[in-house]
């Protein structure tokens, strides 16, 4: 159990929010399989992706951990990649898992992949079944869908053109990485815009992938070339700030150059559509920004729909927004939280409740109900990172008792200096 931060007056400053952790997997993933010695900076040291990092090691890639934080990998190419002498562990990690099933599909060895308990509950069929069709032969356990997954090495993989049943920018990635060792051109249609990081981040390692908004096609047997990465700080992180400094009375709080792609950049209008006071400078590229946050009144909103995807990870934190605002808010669309980490939908609103947030689940979201005054309980993470990070800006706005939190480690899959970061900026 760990004492939460509670009763904070007000929150003022600047805080450099650490690396994007979609972004720093793929820097890891790419650079490894590219040809030549690739550099990142601002990549995340967490644990997700720390089991990214040490599955490439396993598979022979050296990878130096420089002093300044940033990374050096040393890349063999798809085909300098050795069989590993031990099961590769994903950790907590959906994103190296399903990635690195498809990546790993065309390898000519036999692999297999573990998780934690949570991994190991989250469904792979949505990877396994269009690998499959791309001729990979890999398997779930004991003829499930759930890891440990086994993958054996085939003659070669066909490329395929795969409909997406499910907005996912994992199971995406997976079919795109498998398609670079498939035969001929791999064409995937998707449902709603999920995040383009692979479809970005394998341009810049030299690859033709063509992109006409959810539409995209790779042509296999493509290399890549090793290339320097700058990884934003992570909007996914930084949320968690945002709101903490919208909800806290008498706030200003400044974030230097947040990762604001548009693919992932829904929770900035959502929460402006609740009146939050966000102010947004773009960087050159476009993609990032400084973000300057101001306590705000919100009041209630309603969105579903192709906005999801842009949001799906903050989705928690918004739901905390928005027992603080006035009237109503309704989700709709996001049965994708059912299957992250934990359920979210379920996770987030048996916490609030405990506090006294008003919060209804519903099949594909949430109904909450505002303003409620938070009051001190004993809450859980259930070894969820953004369910453990949102209840401790839950905690900061209650006034008097002690909030404990269960499972506080959790954090660190994707923020381990979140307790510490938080702390320098609250009064
Ligand atoms: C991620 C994609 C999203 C997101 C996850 C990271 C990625 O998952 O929730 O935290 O890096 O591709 P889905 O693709 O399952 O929606």
């Not at 930084?238 to 230097?256: E, G, H, Y």
């Not at 993609?287 to 999801?308: H, M, N, P, R, Y």
């Not at 499972?407 to 510490?420: C, G, L, M, Q, Y």
Request: some cysteine; glycine content about 8%.
């Amino acid at each position: 159990m760990k004492e939460l931060l509670t009763n904070a007056n007000r929150i003022q400053g600047e805080i450099v929010i650490p690396g994007d952790k979609s972004i720093s997997h793929r820097s890891i993933m790419f650079a490894a399989i590219a040809h030549g010695t690739s550099k990142i900076t601002g990549f995340l040291h967490a644990e997700d992706c720390i089991s990214t990092m040490n599955i490439f090691r396993a598979l022979g890639v050296q990878i130096d951990e420089l002093e300044d934080g940033s990374v050096i990998v040393h890349g063999k190419g798809i085909e300098g990649l050795q069989a590993p002498s031990e099961a590769l562990d994903a950790g907590n990690s959906g994103t190296t898992m399903r990635l690195l099933a498809g990546l790993f599909s065309g390898f000519p060895f036999k692999l297999k992949m573990i998780g934690d308990a949570s991994l190991s509950k989250r469904p792979m069929n949505r990877v396994m079944i269009p690998l499959r069709q791309m001729g990979a032969s890999i398997s779930g356990s004991e003829g499930s869908e759930f890891a440990p997954l086994y993958i054996q090495p085939v003659d070669h993989l066909n490329a395929i053109e795969y409909d997406m049943p499910v907005a996912s920018a994992q199971v995406k990635s997976s079919i795109l990485l498998a398609g670079l060792t498939a035969k001929g051109t791999t064409i995937i249609h998707e449902k709603e815009k999920s995040r383009d990081h692979t479809e970005r981040m394998l341009r810049q390692f030299g690859v033709n992938i063509e992109v006409d908004d959810k539409d995209i096609s790779l042509e296999g047997g493509q290399t890549l070339t090793a290339s320097d990465v700058k990884v934003p700080a992570d909007i996914s992180s930084a949320a968690f700030f945002i709101v903490a400094a919208l909800l806290v009375k008498d706030s200003q709080l400044r974030m230097p150059n947040v990762g604001l792609n548009p693919t992932r950049a829904g929770i900035i209008e959502v929460l402006k559509n609740m009146g939050a006071f966000i102010e947004t400078e773009y960087n050159e590229t476009g993609l990032s920004a400084d973000l300057t946050v101001q306590s705000s009144d919100l009041k209630g909103t309603e969105f579903g729909g192709d906005i999801i995807p842009t949001l799906i990870d903050e989705i928690p934190i918004i739901a905390l927004a928005a027992t603080q605002a006035e009237g109503t808010t309704i989700i709709r669309d996001a049965q994708e939280l059912k299957v992250k980490e934990t359920d979210r939908i379920q996770v987030t609103a048996q916490e609030l409740n405990k506090m006294g947030a008003n919060i209804i689940e519903t099949e594909d979201g949430m109904i909450i109900t505002g303003p409620t005054p938070l009051h001190a309980a004993d809450v859980d993470s259930h070894g969820d990172h953004r369910i453990g990070m949102m209840l401790q800006i839950a905690a900061l706005l209650v006034e008097e008792g002690t909030v404990n939190l269960a499972d506080a480690e959790a954090v660190n899959i994707s923020f381990p200096s979140f307790f510490d970061d938080l702390a320098s900026i609250v009064d």
